[in-house]
């Protein structure tokens, strides 16, 4: 199995919302980590890419834009060692002056569409869910800050001035060192020293993580975890605790042990976001219908977006008041509609979630979290 997955930066994505122009190709489709599969979704995408072709000449592109998406889109079928090393989706955006990629970790529905912009909103579940987190493995005798990425092994982050060990901390030859230094003895002088080492502990991570947004998992066992617990200042201490001493765990080990935690880290934060939503809907503050989603976005009044990963409502969004145009029928030129108003959320500092349909409020294809009420 070779496993590669590359996350899209939200500027990259924002630059993707951003483009403007005739025959902008999107195209989605499940691949397989294991490499003997990949001769299966080489195939898929040869298929898919016969059905962005036909797309184009029903859109009346030019031919010599239809041409080279074509080119580009020939070239990445032929390209066999990018097909040697896939996640779990492929996501592909073509236009006659270039090409980009990305292998996505998340399991992804099929998809081509041919339309002035290219179609986003799957992409969105990788920044929604980027299984990104930080572990501090913390004992009295040792502690490192591992990070813990979708596509590589989970590895060390060098902290500067992180101390080797609760006495290096307190500058001991070791914890229990009943030497008379500032008078410390006993069950209590231990537990000064510990909270000391957590102090320092806390105060190296702080220029290492302040820029981060992203879960720190804490690897510990008692009384360390509730010492560190009282005297950090990270904002996104996760409650949950991988529990016992990570002293003998392997990085690979607690990165695995990570990844469950995450996962309920964000189920919870999707309870909570469903719990604010019906608050906010008896203030009026809550959106569902698409015609209110399609204004709300316009005007910037989205704080929170919910969008249906794999709900298809092609259409059109006026340009000036939001207004929805569907049409079921999916003719040339007509772009994702709940990608659009993705798209207007982002671009106004709003935050979309892209979901599965049991996470979205009200069953609704969309649902938003308001501003203020429209």
Same mark, same amino acid.
């Not at 066999?80 to 529905?109: K, Y």
């Not at 008078?183 to 000391?196: M, N, W």
């Not at 503050?285 to 316009?298: K, M, S, Y």
């Not at 772009?335 to 599965?356: F, K």
């Given at each position: 199995?070779?496993? %590669?997955?590359? $996350?899209?930066?939200?500027?990259?994505?924002?630059?993707?919302?951003?483009?403007?122009?005739?025959?902008?190709?999107?195209?989605?489709?499940?691949?397989?980590?294991?490499?003997?599969?990949? !001769?299966?979704?080489?195939?898929?995408?040869?298929?898919? +890419?016969?059905?962005?072709?036909?797309?184009?000449?029903?859109?009346?592109? !030019?031919?010599?834009?239809?041409?080279?998406?074509?080119?580009?889109?020939? &070239?990445? %079928?032929?390209?066999?060692?990018?097909?040697?090393?896939?996640? %779990?989706?492929? +996501?592909?955006?073509? +236009?006659?002056?270039?090409?980009?990629?990305?292998?996505?970790?998340?399991?992804?529905?099929?998809?081509?569409?041919?339309?002035?912009?290219?179609?986003?909103?799957?992409?969105?579940?990788?920044?929604?869910?980027?299984?990104?987190?930080?572990?501090? #493995?913390? #004992?009295?005798?040792?502690?490192?800050?591992?990070?813990?990425?979708?596509?590589?092994?989970?590895?060390?982050?060098?902290?500067?001035?992180?101390?080797?060990?609760?006495?290096?901390?307190?500058?001991?030859?070791?914890?229990? &060192?009943?030497?008379?230094?500032?008078?410390?003895?006993?069950?209590?002088?231990?537990?000064?020293?510990?909270?000391?080492?957590?102090?320092?502990?806390?105060?190296?991570?702080? /220029?290492?993580?302040?820029?981060?947004?992203?879960?720190?998992?804490?690897?510990?066992?008692? /009384?360390?975890?509730? $010492?560190?617990?009282?005297?950090?200042?990270?904002? %996104?201490?996760?409650?949950?605790?991988?529990?016992?001493? /990570?002293?003998?765990?392997?990085?690979?080990?607690?990165?695995?042990?990570?990844?469950?935690?995450?996962?309920?880290?964000?189920?919870?934060?999707?309870?909570?976001?469903?719990?604010?939503?019906?608050?906010?809907?008896?203030?009026?503050?809550?959106?569902?219908?698409?015609?209110?989603?399609?204004?709300?976005?316009?005007?910037?009044?989205?704080?929170?977006?919910?969008? &249906?990963?794999?709900?298809?409502?092609?259409?059109?969004?006026?340009?000036?008041?939001?207004?929805?145009?569907?049409?079921?029928?999916?003719?040339?030129?007509?772009?994702?509609?709940?990608?659009?108003?993705?798209?207007?959320?982002?671009?106004?500092?709003?935050?979309?979630?892209?979901?599965?349909?049991?996470?979205?409020?009200?069953?609704?294809?969309?649902?938003? $979290?308001?501003?203020?009420?429209?």
């Amino acid at each position: 199995m070779s496993l %590669h997955t590359d $996350i899209p930066r939200r500027g990259e994505v924002e630059r993707l919302l951003a483009r403007r122009g005739e025959g902008l190709v999107s195209i989605y489709l499940p691949t397989s980590p294991i490499t003997t599969e990949a !001769a299966g979704a080489r195939i898929a995408f040869k298929n898919l +890419a016969r059905q962005a072709a036909e797309g184009l000449r029903e859109a009346g592109v !030019a031919t010599a834009a239809r041409e080279a998406v074509e080119e580009e889109l020939d &070239d990445l %079928h032929e390209d066999e060692a990018f097909w040697a090393v896939q996640s %779990h989706s492929l +996501a592909v955006f073509v +236009a006659a002056d270039g090409l980009r990629a990305f292998r996505l970790p998340n399991q992804l529905t099929e998809a081509v569409q041919v339309a002035d912009r290219f179609y986003l909103k799957p992409l969105l579940r990788a920044l929604t869910f980027p299984q990104t987190a930080f572990v501090l #493995a913390l #004992a009295e005798g040792s502690v490192r800050l591992l990070e813990v990425t979708p596509d590589l092994p989970t590895f060390a982050v060098a902290v500067p001035d992180l101390p080797a060990s609760a006495a290096d901390a307190a500058g001991k030859a070791s914890i229990t &060192d009943r030497s008379p230094a500032r008078r410390l003895q006993g069950t209590e002088g231990r537990k000064t020293l510990v909270r000391s080492y957590a102090r320092a502990v806390d105060r190296a991570l702080r /220029p290492a993580l302040a820029a981060q947004d992203v879960p720190l998992i804490l690897a510990a066992a008692q /009384p360390i975890d509730a $010492i560190f617990r009282s005297v950090n200042t990270y904002p %996104h201490l996760a409650a949950e605790t991988i529990e016992g001493s /990570p002293e003998g765990v392997s990085d690979a080990e607690l990165g695995a042990a990570a990844r469950p935690v995450l996962d309920r880290i964000y189920a919870a934060e999707l309870r909570d976001l469903g719990a604010l939503f019906e608050e906010r809907a008896a203030a009026g503050r809550a959106a569902v219908e698409i015609n209110d989603l399609g204004r709300a976005a316009t005007y910037g009044a989205v704080e929170t977006l919910f969008v &249906d990963i794999d709900a298809d409502l092609p259409g059109s969004v006026d340009e000036e008041t939001g207004a929805v145009t569907l049409d079921g029928d999916g003719r040339p030129g007509d772009y994702g509609v709940l990608d659009e108003i993705a798209r207007r959320t982002l671009l106004t500092d709003g935050r979309v979630l892209a979901v599965r349909a049991a996470d979205v409020p009200t069953g609704a294809s969309g649902a938003a $979290i308001l501003r203020y009420p429209i």
